[in-house]
Nanobody, 123 residues
Framework: QVQLVESGGGSVQAGGSLRLSCAAS????????ISWFRQTPEKEREFVAG????????LYSDSVKGRFAISMDNTGNTMYLQMNSLKPEDSGTYYC????????????????WGQGIEVTVSS
């Protein structure tokens, strides 16, 4: 089993920044993708950004490209999402998720999920 715990959410004004963290524990895998998804009451859970194990590849949704940056520490145990130039439409519940299938954006392919953390961006 893998446990994922998010932290770092909160409230910020438009144009501000937040950094989310996702701490992973439990089983380790040689190949995986770990990503952030976000969900609002109006929209289904959508892919935001992902990074491959070993930090070889990253992928971003078009809506956050150039504003958000995903990274991982040297141990591979903590993943970060630096969110800059935040917009009200970035508000939502952010989830950390991991899959071993080496797929990126399909929510149902992710096997492990965190509990989610709230991000609120006010205009």
């Amino acid at each position: 089993q893998v446990q994922l715990v998010e932290s770092g959410g909160g409230s910020v004004q438009a144009g501000g920044s937040l950094r989310l963290s996702c701490a992973a524990s439990g089983r380790t895998f040689s190949t995986y993708i770990i990503s952030w998804f976000r969900q609002t009451p109006e929209k289904e859970r959508e892919f935001v950004a992902g990074i491959s194990g070993g930090r070889v590849e990253t992928l971003y949704s078009d809506s956050v490209k150039g504003r958000f940056a995903i990274s991982m520490d040297n141990t591979g145990n903590t993943m970060y999402l630096q969110m800059n130039s935040l917009k009200p439409e970035d508000s939502g519940t952010y989830y950390c998720a991991l899959n071993r299938r080496i797929v990126w954006t399909i929510r149902d392919d992710y096997e492990y999920w965190g509990q989610g953390i709230e991000v609120t961006v006010s205009s």
